[in-house]
């Protein structure tokens, strides 16, 4: 299984709504012991080391030793100090976003920032937060001229936001790589990977599906400093909130404990990126071979193969290149759709099928209503898809105004059960079977033998295998390629 | 005066909903409306007209100035679509690698538009019928999702009767509700059925409006069915055709039956088009039986007879209970049985191996607990006062003071 790298990050300021209106009542970043040092205490507890944005242009309110004493005992604890860009707190006019800065104007702003923590605490931050979400593709720029090399201002379909990059993907651009925050899909809006937003079984469904994802490797858990701290209906009010401390000790805990999870400082993710471009590059070098012609090219495909070989009868035409063929204890038939099976059995074959994996025999190519009787059982249910439509619609549907939105209408509110339906009966079913299928065999060889027409089952594993280093893949098409019995 | 707006698109909304716009049609309060989303239907047309409800669809509603309107808006959400979309790779969006915008672009851009036709309409309908609440029985999917999305974006209030039951026996995924209150048919729904704790927040107990239809007593049941007055009456529910009509046939005939037996077989629309297959497997038998489809309705079916059969906990299962008829799960296909929807409902059933063991009902009925019996039809329909109607129009008078 393929590692997530999973980043916790703080930002490290008051609340910044009740702060500008002056109506805070008491100290935003310690909040009477439960703010700052709290979270620092649970992360120390898991063993885990925070990237902490900080916004150190509080010091404008707050006083420079203040905001100092804040950064000291961050690195003093062994966690990382890194930059949250506030201009509002700097800018005589007022401005908030980064984004409403020209790019020597950024430069300024983050050099300054930079310095500051430089200062306080004998080390350059490695990344940099634009406040609100407010940036553009100049924040990035001015980054890399500020010697930063991370940038994590990215939030998907955030209004403030003036660049989309990745949506939930680490991305390289400018020279800069880009940390989104994480957001899952619930009901058609975007919630943040918070402990303030979602549940922990919204983690651990969210982790269950970023592993499967082959451009996904990477997931930031992020929470404001004073969110143990403060009212979270009222943010100007302190209050301590122990039920949010526990969800927070459970994440944190759910992460740790997961094998496939790497913690890792925000400053540390080169090695993320760095295996996400080369993923990229496999697929270059993994494309599956075109179609075989000729004859005997199964048998061609076969010989002196010693390690382990799936051979996918995908359709009835299939079954007739293998008619009467002997194969080697290392190559395993599998039938994936019933009447294959039944027929392969009538001409003495014993491939395995789907139920020998407890799943259903697929039922993409069958009509809606001869399914009825399938729901609720192995995996499939018409139900079941209607969160995993929300993931892997974000960045084509829902957070594509031209999809989404029709003047005032919203196509997509609590998102869309119908469509979740109908893919998960079409594709998505077929999908989960046979990936799961490859992942547990794991074969050195996959071949998806069926007919003229091709099949559904070829098209899921060709993508899929070129999207992530595994098998090799072949796709044989009887009646055009494959000849008779050896 | 209130005015309500009804929304149907089915039978199985229907039937929930018409009880309840009979009775506002009687009450002083309320000005009640029935749209529906798709005239002619088949299955809903005959209902409609049985109970002389005045349908409006949205050829009442919309003038041809707003059907034009209504193709100039769609004409460019399509281009602003295609542009979008055809600017995205495949890739866009995917599952564990596999690429699917190619797949589903058309029918996303069909559908967009559907939604789009509907909450258009409801914009029309809001706007000339004035309503101020919407009453629907289905607001997961199709249709009606939109109209409940527009009422909401519009400041409508929407009110949801239940249409299926829900168990926490049967883990699953559920449909995400939009309304913004629930009439629930009893105390033992409300976990399972509003899985999200703001909608429980907003649920009422009312029971199902449906039965308030169906107060006739066992005889003139009998006699609407044309069914012998003094039979022991066996009904039998039947939606997978293949796999029960084989298990009746193979069962029946192994039966020791006393004579004394009458079988009704109430056929779901599904398994409606093999009613004449099902008397030849029947005829062989030498039962007597009769065969009902859309000509009567399932309630009158359970009040008529003693006894309802069953291979699945189906809905109709549930619904025989307000309808003092003596369940009879029979066994799973593979001979298992049943893990029951509920943990009130033992003692309150007759669980057995299949048809072939008819003979031995009368003694297992001896067994049943009344008092558990009693337990049970509280949990699943509150009272069985037949005024669940009264009680939803009660509840929304409230909403809307």
New interface residues.
């Given amino acids: 299984m393929k590692p997530v790298y999973v980043s916790v990050s703080v930002d490290v300021e008051s609340p910044q709504t009740p702060l500008l209106e002056k109506r805070l009542q008491g100290d935003g970043i310690w909040c009477d012991g439960n703010g700052l040092e709290l979270l620092l205490t649970i992360l120390e507890r898991h063993g885990i080391t925070g990237s902490m944005f900080t916004n150190i242009y509080e010091a404008a309110v707050r006083g420079r030793p203040e905001i100092e004493r804040v950064l000291t005992t961050i690195q003093s604890r062994g966690h990382q100090a890194e930059l949250l860009t506030r201009p509002v707190w700097i800018d005589r006019a007022g401005r908030k976003y980064m984004h409403q800065f020209s790019l020597d104007e950024q430069t300024a702003i983050i050099s300054q920032g930079v310095q500051f923590i430089a200062r306080s605490v004998g080390r350059k931050p490695a990344a940099h937060r634009a406040g609100g979400h407010g940036f553009n593709l100049d924040t990035l720029r001015a980054c890399a001229q500020a010697g930063l090399g991370i940038d994590s201002s990215e939030c998907p379909g955030h209004p403030n936001a003036q660049a989309a990059l990745g949506r939930n993907r680490l991305t390289r651009t400018e020279g800069i790589i880009e940390v989104p925050a994480t957001c899952l899909m619930r ?1 058609g809006r975007a919630l943040k990977i918070d402990p303030g937003m979602i549940s922990l079984k919204d983690l651990q469904e969210f982790l269950a599906f970023l592993k ?4 996904h490797n990477f997931l930031n858990l992020s929470m404001p400093c004073y969110c143990l701290g403060v009212d979270p209906d009222d943010p100007a009010r302190l209050r301590p909130n122990p039920a949010l401390a526990d969800r927070l000790e459970s994440m944190l805990a759910l992460l740790v404990a997961d094998r496939d999870c790497l913690l890792t400082p925000m400053a540390e993710l080169e090695p993320a990126m760095h295996a996400l471009e080369e993923t990229a590059a496999g697929r270059q070098r993994n494309r599956p071979v075109a179609p075989e012609t000729g004859n005997n090219a199964l048998q061609r495909a076969l010989a002196g193969r010693q390690g382990k070989v799936l051979l996918v009868l995908a359709t009835e035409e299939a079954l007739e290149p293998v008619r009467g063929q002997e194969f080697g204890p290392n190559v395993i038939l599998f039938t994936p759709r019933e009447e294959v099976y039944r027929q392969a059995l009538s001409q003495g074959l014993n491939p395995a099928s789907p139920p020998d994996f407890d799943r259903l025999f697929l039922f993409h190519h069958l009509p809606f ?1 001869d399914i ?2 399938l729901r ?1 059982s192995k995996g499939y ?1 018409p ?2 898809y ?3 439509f929300d993931e ?2 974000q ?3 829902l957070h ?1 105004p ?2 989404r939105y ?6 997509y ?7 979740a ?3 998960g009966h ?3 079913y077929t ?2 079977v046979l ?1 799961d299928l490859v992942a547990q065999l794991k074969p050195e060889l996959v071949i998806c033998l069926d007919g003229p027409k091709g099949s559904m089952e070829f ?2 594993l060709e ?6 280093p595994g098998p090799e893949f072949l796709h044989l098409q009887a009646g055009r390629d494959t000849g008779g019995a050896a | 005066m209130k005015r309500l707006l009804f929304i149907s698109e089915s039978y199985s909304t229907g039937v929930r909903l018409i009880p309840v716009y009979l009775e506002a049609l009687r009450h002083p309060d309320f000005e009640p409306m029935f749209f529906t989303t798709s005239l002619p239907n088949s299955e809903l047309d005959p209902l409609l007209e049985q109970h002389g409800v005045q349908a409006l669809d949205h050829k009442a509603v919309l003038t041809s100035k707003e059907v034009a309107d209504f193709t100039k808006i769609r004409k460019q959400y399509e281009r602003s679509f295609r542009q979008s979309i055809g600017a995205l790779p495949n890739s866009a969006m995917s599952y564990r690698g596999v690429p699917l915008l190619d797949t589903f672009r058309q029918y996303f851009l069909n559908w967009n538009c559907k939604k789009l036709e509907c909450m258009y309409l409801f914009d029309q309908m809001a706007r000339k019928l004035r309503p101020d609440m919407v009453v629907v029985a289905y607001c997961c999917g199709s249709a009606k999702k939109f109209y409940v999305n527009r009422a909401s974006q519009l400041g409508i209030t929407s009110l949801h009767l239940q249409y299926a039951y829900r168990s926490l026996e049967i883990p699953m995924v559920q449909k995400r509700f939009n309304s913004d209150y629930y009439c629930l048919w009893g105390p033992s729904q409300v976990e399972p059925y509003l899985f999200e704790e703001h909608h429980r927040k907003n649920a009422f107990l009312t029971g199902n409006p449906t039965f308030d239809l169906y107060s006739m007593d066992k005889a003139e049941a009998r006699r609407m069915l044309g069914v012998p007055a003094e039979a022991r009456i066996f009904a039998i529910g039947i939606h997978l055709f293949d796999v029960q009509m084989k298990r009746v046939k193979e069962e029946l005939s192994r039966a020791r039956l006393s004579g004394d037996e009458f079988f009704i077989f109430k056929f779901h629309p599904i398994a409606l088009g093999r009613m004449e297959e099902a008397a030849a497997m029947l005829d062989p038998l030498g039962i007597s039986y009769k065969l009902v489809g859309l000509d009567h309705s399932p309630y009158t079916v359970c009040r008529a007879s003693e006894y309802y059969v069953t291979y699945d906990q189906e809905t109709l299962f549930l619904e025989s209970y307000f309808f003092d008829a003596v369940n009879l799960l029979l066994n799973k296909d593979d001979g298992s049985r049943h893990t029951l929807l509920y943990d009130f409902l033992p003692g309150t059933l007759l669980e057995m191996e299949g048809l072939h063991q008819l003979d031995q009902v009368p003694a297992l009925t001896e067994e049943l607990d009344p008092d558990k019996r009693r337990y049970a039809v509280e949990q699943l329909w509150y009272k069985t006062d037949y005024l669940a109607s009264k009680r939803v129009l009660e509840v929304a008078g409230r909403l809307l003071d």
Avoid at chain 1, 406 to 411: K, N
């Fill in positions: 009901g499967d994802q082959p451009d209503d009825q009787h609720e249910s139900t079941r209607q969160y995993l892997i619609a960045d084509a549907i594509n031209a999809v029709c003047g005032e209408y919203d196509l509110v609590n998102g869309d059960y119908n469509a339906n109908l893919m079409i594709i998505l999908i989960e990936t098209f899921v993508t899929h295998l070129a999207s992530c």
